[in-house]
């Protein structure tokens, strides 16, 4: 079945760095790629998508490039802001039942002023 | 507006307890899931539902139990036979075919064993 791997937290910034969480992944065929957001005491929120290879989502100051060569999904911003402390997580379908999710073990983010 | 709603926001269970935590959606979503989120282990699925009547186990189903009487509810019972039960707790839901525009998920119960 599809799996995720993404890189261990947390990771520990100042504000405006660059950030960078490693996600790769592996699948069958090109299914869609998901970074979803969690701030701390809340629930999931899409953060951004790519539907099929060499597509680049991107939302609020965020991107990620789909990348079938690696199979990767890397997030990126380039100037964190202490409101982007939260925990972050990939994603794709599960193989052959796209209404299941499987998850990548997230990644947590904090930025200090 | 729309969402999903869980209540309570923090619940204490006492051992051998059957607890029961609430998710409730008013976005017309056909589709329910329980997740239980520990602390380095990500989100696994309990239970999910595709239509009123009828879940299905997800990968750590047992001491669980859900029901689906109606499309907007979707309650996970936490029985004395789950072990180890401390965990937060998230519901989500998603339109069927809608799956690009995102789970839409609860705030939440932080649910500790006391």
């Given at each position: 079945?599809?799996?995720?791997?993404?890189?261990?937290?947390?990771?520990?910034?100042?504000?405006?760095?660059?950030?960078?969480?490693?996600?790769?992944?592996?699948?069958?065929?090109?299914?869609?790629?998901?970074?979803?957001?969690?701030?701390?005491?809340?629930?999931?929120?899409?953060?951004?998508?790519?539907?099929?290879?060499?597509d680049?989502?991107?939302?609020?100051?965020?991107?990620?490039?789909?990348?079938?060569?690696?199979?990767?999904?890397?997030?990126?911003?380039?100037?964190?802001?202490?409101?982007?402390?939260?925990v972050?997580?990939?994603?794709?379908?599960?193989?052959?039942?796209?209404?299941?999710?499987?998850?990548?073990?997230?990644?947590?983010?904090?930025?200090?002023? | 507006?729309?969402?999903?709603t869980?209540?309570?926001?923090?619940?204490?269970?006492?051992?051998?307890?059957?607890?029961?935590?609430?998710?409730?959606?008013?976005?017309?979503?056909?589709?329910?899931?329980?997740?239980?989120?520990?602390?380095?282990?990500?989100?696994?699925?309990?239970?999910?539902s595709?239509i009123?009547?009828?879940?299905?186990?997800?990968?750590?189903?047992?001491?669980?139990?859900?029901?689906?009487?109606?499309?907007?509810?979707?309650?996970?019972?936490?029985?004395?036979?789950?072990?180890?039960?401390?965990?937060?707790?998230?519901?989500?839901?998603?339109?069927?075919?809608?799956?690009?525009?995102?789970?839409?998920?609860?705030?939440?119960?932080?649910?500790?064993?006391?």
């Amino acid at each position: 079945g599809n799996s995720v791997t993404q890189m261990e937290g947390p990771v520990t910034l100042s504000e405006e760095a660059f950030l960078t969480i490693n996600c790769t992944y592996t699948a069958t065929g090109y299914p869609s790629l998901f970074w979803y957001v969690q701030y701390p005491g809340e629930g999931l929120q899409l953060l951004l998508k790519a539907t099929k290879a060499d597509d680049k989502g991107s939302n609020k100051g965020f991107e990620a490039t789909y990348r079938k060569e690696t199979t990767s999904f890397h997030l990126e911003k380039g100037s964190v802001q202490v409101s982007d402390s939260a925990v972050y997580f990939c994603a794709l379908p599960n193989a052959g039942n796209n209404r299941k999710l499987i998850w990548g073990l997230g990644t947590s983010l904090a930025v200090n002023p | 507006d729309g969402g999903i709603t869980q209540s309570p926001k923090y619940l204490f269970r006492k051992e051998g307890q059957n607890v029961t935590l609430s998710c409730e959606q008013n976005l017309n979503h056909d589709a329910m899931y329980w997740y239980r989120q520990d602390p380095g282990q990500g989100l696994r699925l309990i239970y999910y539902s595709q239509i009123v009547n009828d879940f299905q186990k997800g990968d750590i189903a047992e001491g669980y139990s859900v029901s689906r009487e109606k499309k907007e509810s979707f309650p996970l019972t936490v029985t004395s036979a789950q072990k180890n039960p401390t965990a937060f707790y998230l519901c989500a839901s998603i339109l069927t075919g809608q799956e690009l525009d995102g789970y839409t998920f609860g705030s939440g119960t932080r649910l500790t064993v006391v």
